[in-house]
Nanobody, 120 residues
Framework: VQLQAYGGGLVQPGGFLRLSCAASGSFESINVMSWYRQAPGKQRELVATITSGTSTNYASSVKGRFAISRDNAKNTLYLQMNSLKPEDTAVYYC???????????????WGQGTQVTVSS
């Protein structure tokens, strides 16, 4: 499974961005999909998760501002980020749990990351 994340950029405080992450390759199904982020000098942290049944969970720091969604037909994950703050500045990574066949184990896959910078 290959994950390609895009949509990052430079935005002013209070602005918005929409990140996308497209999954490709050979797989039978994708289960959990998530967004993580890593700021300079900090550990990677979970931002939001969405299950195959579309249940969602958010870090407290982004709840009410960010919205995670997925399009299963397109194998694409999204993160709508509103009311952005300078502390949201980080490299954002997408992650998914997928299996190659019905009988395969679920494995985790990471995208390459996309930079989000919130600054005036």
């Amino acid at each position: 499974v290959q994950l390609q994340a895009y949509g990052g950029g430079l935005v002013q405080p209070g602005g918005f961005l929409r990140l996308s992450c497209a999954a490709s390759g050979s797989f039978e199904s994708i289960n959990v999909m998530s967004w993580y982020r890593q700021a300079p000098g900090k550990q990677r942290e979970l931002v939001a998760t969405i299950t195959s049944g579309t249940s969602t969970n958010y870090a407290s720091s982004v709840k009410g501002r960010f919205a995670i969604s997925r399009d299963n037909a397109k194998n694409t994950l999204y993160l709508q980020m509103n009311s952005l703050k300078p502390e949201d500045t980080a490299v954002y990574y997408c992650y998914c749990s997928a299996r190659r066949t019905y009988y395969s184990s679920w494995l985790g896959y990471w995208g390459q990351g996309t930079q989000v910078t919130v600054s005036s």
